[in-house]
């Protein structure tokens, strides 16, 4: 199990979180193509290395945060309150 | 083995203290700190179970978790165990064991014949063999013969405990490097756990030679025990650790003598210092009971008073042996070494069901009822591996050994290689951080210890074990090779070598070196497989822990249920939460229930309905950008239904909207989906809006919802007096109304899930009660969940997650209005006109008349036939006899079926097992049976 380091309450164990998303994604608008609409909806980027994803501590403070955290060696290198 | 006998003095064992047990049937007796295989032993007991796959007697191997034959059904009092490891089993008074994959007793196993075919049986027989003309007509038989050990259905175990803990040190393993880790770790103040398999610590002190600091080995970890424990360490005995996790996250089982504990351990520093397993010699029948691990044979001898055997052959490749020798002879036994390293090998065992002697590469034959075997020391890296530690082949140690370090994870003593007693203490002391030079010291001599495999193929002849557990011998090795499976996870595959419940703890490492000869390869170019959680089995009650039945699913009840119960209300649970589903018999309760709703008035426990608050400068913005329908528009103190939908366009959640103020809303959604809604609102709160000019609040809980409709539900609503005009000048149709009840605040919603006039009344929880038993005084009859359920059907009104899919967008079910007009974003916008969303074929919610008095079974599919073609165009959603009406009303989705009024379409269900099943018609109706013009409402 991994250990997260919530930016509000402190290192907690990865049961406490839910993943949610890719970080750095923008919503693309209503006039936007299909291809923008799909990539926003259903592509990944599966990162292999370093990757910054959007998770919730849901069984915590509820707060999204942004993890920054190697995929390959689990190791987790930051975490920031989302909007800081 | 003739010869196996207990002596009168030295071990463990408390002779004071007999424990009776029995073993297929025949009554024995052991001692108090026997294991149940060293009591067996002592018994004269050699066959305590048959191989796997031929059939063959099998004795017991060793003296520790690698066994891989002494696997025993286990009785005491409650507890059933299918297959306990003898070795680590302790013996406790009244025990019942059986051996198990034996036809009859493991002595005289009915299926033993089966070793005859043994050259017709092969590695992947079945796949070659038992393919004509299916594999399906053998596959019963074959699985019948397979396995280990039986589950007892009716046999059950209590919870098992769970602890957490985070520590500083985690030292797995209490043999001399793991003791030296421990203390070195408390010296500089750490927090320490340090946890063995064994009954005490110690490890290979316990039976080997070895002084330390001055006394005897065994006395120095008696002494650091006690140290450990006096300073605050937690030491844990008889405790595995199973599994090494992400981020130094430890997965440990203690066994007490009421059952198992789990331990989730958080560390720091993890020390593994887990020791080596002894690697078997491999020569022809080095399967039969009386051929044992050397080191087994000592910790027998000198733990247990337990000599296993009389005439002793013992074959080494190291100088681990010279020990057991000296021993064995103290002990009365004949003993004669045969050391590899000298070019003397044992070729063959003699005799059928145990030892009777060996042949020896010069030809010469000798009695012998116990042969003692080591070649050479395999270091346990199982947890290193599960830490994605990468192992090296060592020529030096002859052993695969760590070669990489890993953040936060030392590998310390043998299972680094280092089985020296000084360089096990040295490297233990150190990888906790221990002051360099102030090791524990001993006076114990290096030795030889380094033994690589000893594969000769001209001493291979005959059938060779080496995976006993799984049965699999050299020349299914050399069959695989030949057949071109020679990697070696594809040997590991094809042979099933090292996948049996041991994981190959003593086979993997002489089947590598076996393929590596054939093959022509060093050690280690091969490669390893992959070592992977548990280290040793562990049982799925002791890993749910505490996590079963209503703990793990908590269930959910009513403030109110005391008073339900009271009415005789059946109970169900309707998506995690316990509600009325009726009251009183069942038989014709749900038709009179409904009937009450629709001629006199009903009672309805409604608390959990939703109750999220949107407080906020920036609330209306907010519940805009989230339902569809649009809400900012709605006026103070009045009620809106609406859609919620995922970004996918799909239909999310219903519910009605109250908007309390300017810049407070309250969102009524569907009970069993709060939690879902909560969470949604909030993450679309956190990402795109001001964080300080809105707030989501789940007010649920805090509120008993007591719902009172029906044509008589105005004059129960007046009785009860709740301070506020309730005429329908002040209080219309989705209108909103304050009062008091109890002197508490009171909320009064004008809104019908029901089709008839309805108030929905919302009381701090603890007055639920009150408002429940005033409703019932005043006359309104009480109704549960089934009857509202026909209700709604009745009127068309939808149950979101029933009458919808993860595919049905709001046009779909008639709400096209906001997808037209609406310009600003809201969740889900782009997605109501992508081209799937534009498709004309869409299916549509549309209402179901049966052409008989049959009900419509839920789930049943129109179809359609085109020539040979057979093709669904949808499915009933919901279904129901409607008691207002007469007959039965239903719900679906068709395709198109807005177009489809007035068509018959052709229904067929297939039953749960398509079995039977059944074929109706049924004309396509617009949605709502009852009362399209809403007049009820205000009835």
């Given amino acids: 199990m991994q250990r997260f380091p919530c930016p509000h309450c402190g290192p907690r164990d990865e049961i406490e979180f839910h993943y949610a998303a890719d970080a750095g994604k923008t919503r693309p608008g209503r006039q936007s193509s299909p291809e923008d609409w799909a990539r926003y909806r259903f592509m990944r980027k599966n990162t292999k290395g370093t990757a910054r994803e959007l998770w919730q501590h849901a069984g915590g403070c509820g707060q999204w945060i942004c993890i920054e955290r190697d995929t390959v060696s689990h190791a987790v290198i930051g975490s920031e309150a989302l909007g800081s | ?939």
Avoid at chain 2, 61 to 81: K, M, Q, Y
Avoid at chain 2, 82 to 104: F, K, N, Q, W, Y
Avoid at chain 2, 300 to 311: C, D, F, K, P, S
Avoid at chain 2, 733 to 748: K, L, N, Q, S, W
Wanted: glycine residues 12%.
């Fill in chain 2, 1 to 939: 083995m003739r010869g196996s006998v207990r002596l009168a003095s030295g071990g463990e064992i408390d002779r004071s203290r007999p424990l009776r047990f029995t073993f297929d049937g025949r009554p024995m007796t052991g001692y108090a700190g026997d294991t149940v295989a060293s009591a067996l032993l002592a018994s004269g007991v050699s066959i305590v179970g048959r191989s796997f796959k031929y059939h063959r007697p099998r004795g017991i191997f060793s003296a520790g978790i690698e066994e891989p034959n002494a696997l025993l059904d286990l009785r005491l009092a409650e507890r059933h165990d299918p297959i306990c490891r003898a070795t680590v089993e302790r013996l406790a008074d009244g025990m019942a064991l059986c051996s198990v994959h034996a036809s009859g007793t493991a002595a005289s196993d009915r299926l033993a014949i089966i070793d005859r075919f043994a050259r017709f049986i092969p590695a992947a027989f079945y796949y070659k063999s038992f393919m004509w003309p299916s594999w399906r007509l053998y596959e019963d038989r074959i699985r019948a013969m397979a396995g280990i050990g039986m589950l007892d259905p009716r046999a059950r175990r209590g919870l098992a405990a769970e602890h957490h803990r985070a520590v500083d040190l985690c030292v797995v393993g209490g043999g001399p490097a793991g003791l030296a880790a421990a203390l070195a770790g408390m010296g500089t103040g750490k927090s320490v756990l340090i946890a063995d398999m064994d009954q005490r610590l110690g490890g290979s002190l316990l039976a080997r030679d070895g002084e330390v600091a001055g006394m005897p080995g065994r006395d120095w970890a008696g002494d650091a025990a006690v140290r450990l424990r006096r300073g605050g360490a937690l030491v844990l005995t008889q405790t595995m650790a199973f599994g090494l996790y992400d981020h130094n996250a430890l997965g440990l089982v203690e066994r007490t003598d009421t059952g198992e504990r789990l331990w989730r351990v958080r560390a720091r520093e993890i020390v593994l210092a887990t020791g080596a397993i002894e690697r078997p010699m491999l020569f022809a029948n080095n399967d039969r009971p009386g051929v044992m691990l050397a080191g087994a044979v000592l910790s027998y001898l000198r733990r247990h008073g337990v000599r296993a055997g009389e005439r002793v052959v013992i074959a080494t490749a190291n100088d681990s042996t010279h020990e057991l020798s000296v021993a064995l002879r103290a002990a009365g036994a004949e003993v004669l070494v045969v050391d590899a390293r000298k070019s003397d090998f044992v070729t063959k065992v003699v005799g059928k069901d145990r030892v009777e002697g060996v042949r020896l590469a010069d030809g010469t034959g000798l009695d012998a009822d116990l042969v003692a075997v080591s070649g050479g020391f395999s270091p346990a890296l199982h947890l290193y591996a599960h830490a994605k530690g990468v192992v090296a082949w060592s020529r030096q140690k002859g052993a695969f050994v760590p070669r990489d370090k890993l953040d936060g994870l030392s590998v310390a003593g043998a299972a680094n290689g280092a089985f020296d007693l000084a360089a096990a203490l040295a490297e233990g002391w150190g990888a906790a951080g221990g002051e360099t030079g102030a090791a524990p010291r001993t006076s114990e001599p290096d030795r030889a210890w380094s033994a690589a495999p000893v594969v000769d193929p001209e001493h291979l002849r005959g059938r060779v074990w080496v995976d006993l557990q799984n049965d699999v011998t050299t020349k299914d090795i050399v069959l695989a090779h030949r057949e071109s499976f020679s990697a070696i996870e594809h040997l590991k595959r094809y042979t099933t070598l090292g996948m049996a419940t041991d994981q190959g703890k003593t086979s993997n490492v002489n089947g590598l070196a076996v393929l590596a000869s054939l093959a022509g390869r060093e050690m280690g170019e091969a490669g390893v497989t992959t070592f992977r959680p548990p280290y040793a089995p562990v049982s799925f009650v002791t890993i749910a822990a505490m996590h079963r039945g209503e703990l793990s699913h908590p269930v959910r009840r009513l403030p109110v249920e005391p008073e339900h119960r009271a009415e005789r209300a059946h109970f169900r649970e309707y998506g995690g939460i316990l509600r009325p589903a009726w009251y009183g018999a069942e038989e014709g309760a749900i038709a009179r229930e409904c009937l009450a709703a629709r001629s006199r008035a009903i009672v309805f426990d409604g608390s959990p309905l939703g109750k999220i608050e949107i407080v906020g400068p920036d609330a209306a913005k907010l519940i805009d950008f989230i339902f569809y329908t649009r809400m900012s528009t709605l006026a103070n103190g009045r009620l809106r239904y609406g859609l919620m939908l995922t970004e996918g366009g799909a239909i999310f959640d219903d519910g009605v909207v109250l908007r309390l103020a300017e810049d407070r809303f309250i969102v009524s959604c569907s009970s069993s989906h709060v939690p879902a809604v909560a969470a949604h609102l909030e993450a679309w709160r956190q990402d795109i809006f001001d964080r300080r000019r809105v707030f989501i609040h789940d007010t649920t809980a805090s509120w008993a919802t007591i719902t009172i409709g029906g044509p008589g539900s105005m004059a129960v609503v007046r009785s009860l007096e709740l301070g506020s005009s309730i005429d329908d000048a002040d209080l219309p149709h989705m209108g909103f109304a304050e009062g008091r009840f109890g002197g508490r605040p009171v909320r009064i919603a004008r809104v019908s899930f029901i089709g008839e006039r309805s108030y929905e009344i919302s009381v701090p929880a603890s007055l639920g009660g009150a408002l429940w038993a005033a409703a019932r005084s005043a006359g309104a009859e009480p109704m549960g969940v089934e009857a509202l359920s026909v209700l709604r059907l009745e009127k068309g009104f939808i149950i979101v997650g029933a009458d919808t899919d993860g595919e049905t967008m709001p046009h779909d079910i008639g709400f096209a209005g906001p997808r037209d007009k609406r310009r600003d974003a809201y969740v889900g916008d782009r997605s109501l006109f992508t081209e799937d969303a534009m498709r004309v074929d869409r299916r549509q919610l549309v209402g179901l008349r049966a052409l008989d008095r049959r009900v419509l079974p839920p789930g049943a599919h129109a179809i359609v036939s085109s020539g040979r073609e057979r093709r669904s165009i949808g499915f009933v959603t919901s279904s129901a006899m409607s008691p207002a009406l007469g007959y039965p009303v239903a719900l679906g989705l068709v395709e198109n079926g807005r177009m489809r009024m007035g068509e018959v379409l052709d229904l067929e269900d297939y039953g749960a097992k398509r079995t039977g099943g059944s074929r109706h018609q049924a004309e396509v109706v617009a949605p709502c049976f009852l009362d399209g013009q809403g007049a009820r409402l205000h009835a």
